[in-house]
């Protein structure tokens, strides 16, 4: 039931190629444009900082429709059919997905227009897949609490915001020790358990609170 759910919201986005086509754009628009502003002079930290900003609305846009074609007839039809714990974990999982392919679309381009800052390779992907990981929980869960207020994305991102930052703030002290090179002895394994554990606690309160929504 949950690979059927999960095949679903794959098959229902590359049916709309306008939605993906979109995201790609602003995407590599983006990076192009941070490329003529800086012309490959960027430092470290602008580096680490503008991928992360870019990341971050990418995630947003991504997960503010996740529930935006769950109305009427389909949510009746969803709610007859399916668990509440397996429809939301299908969803967290496709937007992980669908973050992590576009947060490693984000960094070929970086590396192409402008340059690849990243010295420790193996720890940065390891960070962009429990980034998604993270921000799919948060942002999955808030787009269904906005969904039952008449789909108010601005509702979304201000219940994101205060939930997102001190995911973001582990997500950057990581991405920086990456991106300077420190060896594996010297990464601040602490702020990898701390990450990991707020991924936990997400993907659980969405479990938990998921299912009063769904009863709604």
Avoid at 6 to 22: D, V, Y
Avoid at 92 to 116: D, K
Wanted: proline residues 2%.
């Amino acid at each position: 039931m949950l690979l059927q759910l999960i095949k679903k919201e794959f098959l229902l986005e590359f049916r709309q190629k306008s939605t993906l086509g979109g995201v790609l754009i602003y995407v590599i628009g983006t990076v192009f444009v941070s490329a003529l502003c800086f012309k490959t002079h960027i430092d470290k930290p602008t580096w680490n900082a503008l991928f992360w900003v870019i990341t971050l609305f990418t995630s947003v846009t991504i997960s503010g429709k996740s529930f935006l074609k769950e109305t009427g007839g389909q949510a009746l039809f969803n709610y007859l059919h399916y668990k509440p714990q397996q429809f939301i974990f299908s969803k967290i999982i496709y937007n992980m997905v669908f973050m992590f392919l576009l947060s490693f679309i984000t960094f070929f381009f970086y590396a192409f227009f402008i340059t690849n800052q990243v010295e420790n390779l193996s720890l940065f992907f390891i960070i962009l897949t429990l980034a998604s990981t993270g921000l799919a929980g948060v942002l999955t869960l808030m787009s269904a609490i906005a969904a039952k207020a008449n789909g108010n994305f601005a509702l979304m991102s201000i219940l994101s915001f205060p939930v997102i930052m001190p995911l973001i703030l582990v997500i950057i002290k990581l991405s920086k020790q990456a991106v300077d090179g420190i060896e594996w002895a010297g990464v601040g394994f602490n702020f990898l358990a701390i990450l990991m554990a707020l991924n936990c606690l997400t993907i659980a309160l969405s479990f938990l609170l998921f299912p009063h929504l769904w009863k709604d």
